[in-house]
């Protein structure tokens, strides 16, 4: 039994899992209730301790704890780097703190890698030996998991895509909840909330509309890039975002086919996350494979 944890930028979701399956309900709490990054791990283990006791389990039948956490970080030392999505962990030994306070192994890899080998164990990807996850939210998250396992690259930031230079800015400006937003903005003048765009789009509007085909269209360049060089069996998109799946999934792959190779063109798959909120726990909890 393992506990899996996706540490997101603004909420923290943990579940009990085993055989890459989610035992029992998840729980969750919000980053804003925490004061510091010591009460986020504290809450972290009370949270852990909840899980075990509606399980009625104990400490000693975890085999270890996995975390998905933004990154960059290092995954061998447990520590958070200068992480632009989540302020509270900038600099912070996560893994070690939170194993010094429950004496339980702790895991720790970028939360978009876990997404993506979750889904590669139990989701829409199940079994494919290349799979590009992608993560549409707070930020854009990527993570690549080959032949099973993830690739971290030699420092464990391969994939830290998101900063890459695009346009005025970087990659991450406009494909996320701000992104959209901005896109919005540029077409009407007016500032909105992302979740405003996508209430708008579903009730026709053709500003919000557009905004979300744009969307689809700079996710598109950034994924010709990654497809071009990786050559995957699929790509897996989860996250927040896909709310506006319907709105930015035809031009995403009507751009994307356009502009690759003949050979993925024919073979490559572009599906909706299977597991949704579950993915990133099941692949925090399956770091050790």
């Known amino acids: 039994m393992r506990i899996g944890i996706d540490l997101g930028g603004t909420k923290v979701n943990m579940g009990l899992v085993k055989d890459h399956q989610v035992q029992g309900a998840t729980r969750r709490f919000l980053i804003s209730d925490c004061r510091d990054a010591d009460d986020l791990v504290a809450k972290m283990k009370s949270t852990s301790e909840e899980l075990l006791k509606a399980a009625d389990l104990s400490w ?167 497809v071009m060089v990786l050559d995957p069996d699929i790509i897996v998109i989860g996250g927040s975002m896909v709310a506006g799946w319907d709105f930015f999934y035809p031009n995403l792959t009507k751009q994307l086919f356009s502009h690759i190779h003949e050979g993925p063109r024919g073979h490559l798959r572009v599906a909706r996350s299977e597991l949704g909120e579950l993915a990133a726990i099941i692949g925090a909890a399956s770091l050790n494979e």
């Open 60 to 226: 000693d039948d975890l085999e270890f704890i996995g975390i998905g956490s933004p990154g960059p970080l290092n995954y061998k030392t447990g520590i958070v780097l200068k992480t632009p999505n989540l302020k509270i962990v900038v600099d912070y030994p996560l893994g070690p703190r939170l194993q010094a306070v429950t004496g339980i192994p702790v895991l720790i890899n970028n939360d978009a890698n876990c997404f993506t080998l979750g889904e590669q164990k139990a989701g829409v990807a199940c079994g494919q030996e290349y799979v590009l996850g992608v993560t549409l939210g707070t930020g854009f998250g990527l993570g690549f998991v080959y032949h099973g396992h993830i690739f971290n690259g030699a420092t464990g930031t391969a994939f830290e895509f998101a900063l890459t230079p695009y346009r005025d800015g970087v990659y991450e400006d406009y494909i996320s909840g701000r992104g959209l937003a901005k896109i919005y903005t540029s077409i009407t003048g007016e500032k909105i909330a992302p979740e405003e765009v996508t209430k708008r789009a579903k009730a026709g509007e053709k500003a919000a509309l557009d905004a979300w085909e744009d969307f689809g269209g700079h996710l598109a360049q950034a994924l010709i890039t990654l």
